[in-house]
């Protein structure tokens, strides 16, 4: 069985740059939630996707975008940069709900 | 390597001892708790859960206690082993929101 797999694993961009991150969801899972991890604090809740429809979505700005495609990768883009986009950028995929959510390794964007 | 919780509760135990980490969550309408690892550099790795309707459940070594009255969660790791040292996260979910909501995490750190 595949485990969640991201890319990249790290990535700097300018303030005002757009970066778009990829992820693969675990095999057999078709929904794939998207978090943001501060540095030490917990993961926060982005959006989820379920069959390529955005199926919920947390307290993040619409220039927080999602994809979902039909072998059930998932893109997170997000627009013009701010400083405080700097984080991990974690993905989990679930089979049909919230429940058991495995993550991947996360991709570590820095916005400088 | 990913500096996962700077400024966390740290529990400090000796290999071979019991530990129990807590977690007050805060969304009467939860009825679904997970406990994951994060190590450094790692995404979060699940390791244990329950539903609302229990309020004890056991894995390999690893027992979760969950209290509706008072909105408490607790993981209790026996044997504890230099492996266990990570930051532990418990995150409550509900299938309305389609999110998990993770709490702010403890280190646990052991000692050899």
């Known amino acids: 069985e595949t485990g969640v797999t991201q890319s990249p694993t790290h990535l700097i961009k300018t303030r005002g740059q757009q970066v778009t991150l990829r992820c693969s969801s675990q095999?057999?899972?078709?929904?794939v939630s998207w978090y943001q991890q501060a540095l030490g604090q917990g993961p926060q809740f982005i959006f989820q996707y379920y069959r390529e429809e955005e199926n919920g979505r947390g307290n993040f700005p619409p220039r927080f975008s999602g994809l979902q495609f039909p072998n059930y990768s998932s893109e997170l883009n997000v627009n013009a940069l701010e400083l405080d986009d700097s984080a991990l950028y974690l993905c989990?995929?679930?089979?049909?709900?919230?429940?058991?959510?495995?993550f991947g390794p996360g991709t570590r964007l820095t916005v400088t | 390597g990913e500096n996962v919780g700077l400024h966390l509760p740290t529990l400090s135990v000796q290999e071979g001892d019991n530990s129990i980490i807590n977690c007050a969550y805060s969304n009467s309408a939860s009825d679904y708790f997970i406990w994951y690892k994060q190590e450094s550099g790692k995404g979060p790795q699940f390791i244990i859960d329950i539903r609302s309707n229990m309020d004890k459940r056991q894995g390999q070594r690893v027992t979760v206690l969950l209290n509706k009255t008072v909105k408490h969660l607790s993981l209790q790791i026996a044997a504890t082993q230099p492996g266990d040292s990570a930051v532990y996260f418990c995150a409550e979910g509900d299938t309305g929101r389609r999110a998990l909501t993770f709490g702010s995490g403890t280190r646990l750190q052991v000692q050899p």
């Open positions: 989990a995929s679930s089979a049909g709900d919230v429940y058991e959510q495995y």
């Open positions: 095999s057999g899972h078709n929904t």
